[in-house]
């Protein structure tokens, strides 16, 4: 069965601080591990993503590290702002998405 | 110009009506899906359509009926509504099934049975 396996499922960051919030998946055939942002009342919106080929990927401060091996794969949110919380998800594409069950960061001022 | 919209954004029905969600994309994506998130924020995936062909079809009840008129458009029609159905739907679109990872969602509409 194909699952993707995130956590931790809540994650308090003092501002400025670094957020981790890490994945696992089992299937070998996806294409593509995205992470998506949900703030309240709004639907996930794509943050980044990046290729099972790709070690690491970084935008502004937002960074996805992958661990082929390990078939694990994290998201970093450097120098961390209240504007920051929402629920993160991760997730692993082939033909669907199949998503972990979703982080709700808290950034505390 | 909103790329993703739903109507209505709520809905509040009673238990065995039957109501519909209608969901349109102007990106001109050729996949939609339409999500299910429950109170614990899990999503997930209910119906998929590439070019207007059903693709994936997960473990629904069969009271929840998708149709897809055009590529820009995917309805969820739901029968005999349960107080379980009540969450909040998502529609979303993708380019095409090469860009699944790349997925636009609408702003959702919560759907309360009561």
């Known amino acids: 069965q194909q699952q993707v396996k995130q956590s931790p499922q809540s994650l308090i960051v003092q501002k400025g601080g670094i957020s981790i919030i890490n994945c696992a998946y089992e299937?070998?055939?996806?294409?593509?591990f995205p992470w998506y942002q949900q703030f309240p009342g709004k639907g996930p919106a794509l943050l980044i993503a990046?290729?099972?080929d790709v070690s690491e990927k970084k935008e502004g401060r937002f960074t996805i590290s992958f661990n082929k091996s390990a078939k694990q794969f994290s998201l970093h949110i450097m120098d961390s702002q209240p504007g920051d919380s929402a629920t993160y998800f991760c997730?692993?594409?082939?033909?669907?998405?199949?998503w972990g069950a979703g982080t709700k960061l808290i950034i505390k001022p | 110009d909103t790329a993703v919209s739903q109507t209505p954004k709520y809905l509040v029905t009673q238990m065995g009506n039957d109501k519909s969600i209608k969901c349109e994309q102007n990106?001109?994506?050729?996949?939609m899906y339409w999500y299910k998130q429950d109170s614990k924020k899990f999503l997930k995936i209910m119906f998929s359509?590439?070019?207007?062909?059903?693709?994936i079809n997960e473990t629904v009840p069969n009271r929840f009926s998708p149709k897809s008129p055009d590529k820009a458009h995917l309805n969820l029609h739901i029968n005999s509504l349960e107080l379980g159905d009540s969450a909040v739907y998502f529609c979303?679109?993708?380019?095409?099934?090469?860009?699944?990872?790349?997925?636009?969602f609408g702003p959702g509409t919560r759907l309360t049975v009561t």
């Open positions: 997730a692993a594409s082939n033909y669907q998405l199949i």
């Open positions: 299937n070998t055939a996806f294409d593509y």
């Open positions: 990106l001109g994506h050729d996949t």
């Open positions: 359509y590439n070019n207007k062909e059903l693709i």
């Open positions: 979303a679109s993708s380019q095409d099934l090469t860009r699944t990872y790349e997925q636009y």
């Open positions: 990046i290729r099972p």
